[in-house]
């Protein structure tokens, strides 16, 4: 009986050692290949960083270029308000004094064709 146990015993420790051997096996593969893939990942990093760089560069030089050409276009369109301002109110002051000069010519002929009616 001893022996019987001594040999299940023996078949047990056979069994787990084999075991624990194939799970070392994996963890050492699983390693390798996040090793692998952590190196991977820093090349890919590296160079997107590379690349984003110059792209970042073009796109603040393009919106500088924007911004200033928005600006002018504003400074300009406000000229073009205050032009267009002045020459409305010109205008009005101008039909203003036509008008009351108008009328004043009116009240004249008026006055003059009733001096001629007495």
Do not use: Y
Not at 52 to 66: G, H, Q, R, V
Request: net charge positive; hydrophobic share 45%; proline share 1%.
């Amino acid at each position: 009986m001893l022996g019987n146990a001594s040999v299940s015993f023996s078949i047990l420790m056979l069994t787990t050692s084999f075991c624990l051997i194939v799970l070392l096996v994996f963890v050492c593969k699983l390693i390798i290949s996040l090793i692998k893939l952590t190196d991977n990942a820093n090349i890919i990093a590296s160079s997107v960083q590379k690349e984003i760089e110059p792209t970042l560069k073009e796109l603040k030089e393009a919106a500088k270029s924007i911004n200033s050409i928005a600006g002018s276009a504003d400074e300009k369109f406000q000229k073009t308000g205050s032009n267009v301002a002045t020459l409305v109110g010109a205008g009005a002051c101008l039909g203003g004094k036509l008008k009351s000069f108008a009328q004043g010519i009116l009240k004249g002929i008026s006055f003059g064709l009733g001096l001629f009616k007495k």
